[in-house]
């Protein structure tokens, strides 16, 4: 049994449209704008996780992908789910 509150929290999948659960993380940066230590995050579902990380590597921007479960973001992404006003929308991305 699921627990629909459950659901809804859960972290999704950063492509376009797509509404499935993330499974992996896609730490990223783009050394034009970014520390090199910084990260940014990406989620992706099983079927998404090798076209973000194509776009992300052909750019040279891709740092690591990890299991969801295994990423140093997860905690920070559960802490900060919910919008801070009620004009803020989330964008699927993560900062470290």
Do not use: Y
């Not at 989620?43 to 990380?53: E, K, Q, V, Y």
């Not at 740092?63 to 973001?73: D, N, Q």
């Not at 905690?75 to 699927?92: I, K």
Request: charged share 30%.
């Amino acid at each position: 049994m699921n627990d629909p509150d459950t659901i809804a929290e859960a972290p999704i999948c950063s492509a376009r449209g797509c509404r499935a659960p993330a499974a992996w993380s896609l730490r990223w940066n783009n050394p034009r704008l970014h520390r090199p230590e910084r990260r940014k995050t990406w989620l992706a579902c099983d079927t998404h996780r090798s076209t973000l990380g194509d776009f992300l590597a052909a750019r040279g921007f891709l740092r690591e992908v990890t299991p969801l479960a295994e990423s140093p973001t997860l905690e920070q992404w559960t802490r900060t789910t919910e919008p801070q006003s009620p004009s803020e929308s989330w964008s699927g991305e993560r900062e470290e």
